[in-house]
């Protein structure tokens, strides 16, 4: 399997979750239920995350222990393999609760540019 940069890798996740926050300011929750764009767009942003979390060297992870790496990796396998069963409760809360100190943690683990 390829070795991945884990600078890369790290500001893909802060991308990507500073586009899920982004995406939720205006909207509300039950618009998850009623705009399919709105929900798969959510949905994916979610799924990047936990992806490019998998390709950060378990160095780097054990490095930054402040960083859910397991939970970003579990939500992202939940999110794809149980693509069916979506409690958009959770990812609502994930994206609303969670990412906003995560778009932090990952930023100070960012060069500058």
């Given at each position: 399997?390829?070795?991945?940069?884990?600078?890369?890798?790290?500001?893909?996740m802060h991308d990507h979750v500073q586009e899920a926050i982004a995406l939720v300011q205006g909207r509300t929750r039950p618009e998850l239920e009623t705009d399919r764009i709105f929900f798969l767009s959510l949905l994916k942003?979610?799924?990047?995350?936990?992806?490019?979390?998998?390709r950060v060297s378990d160095g780097a992870r054990n490095a930054h222990p402040e960083i859910p790496w397991r939970q970003l990796i579990g939500t992202r396998n939940r999110l794809?393999?149980?693509?069916?069963?979506?409690?958009?409760n959770i990812l609502w809360d994930i994206v609303t609760m969670d990412f906003p100190p995560l778009a932090s943690q990952l930023k100070a683990l960012l060069p500058e540019p």
């Open positions: 399997m390829p070795r991945h940069d884990d600078t890369i890798s790290l500001r893909q942003l979610v799924e990047i995350v936990g992806e490019a979390a998998t794809v393999h149980g693509y069916d069963a979506v409690d958009c």
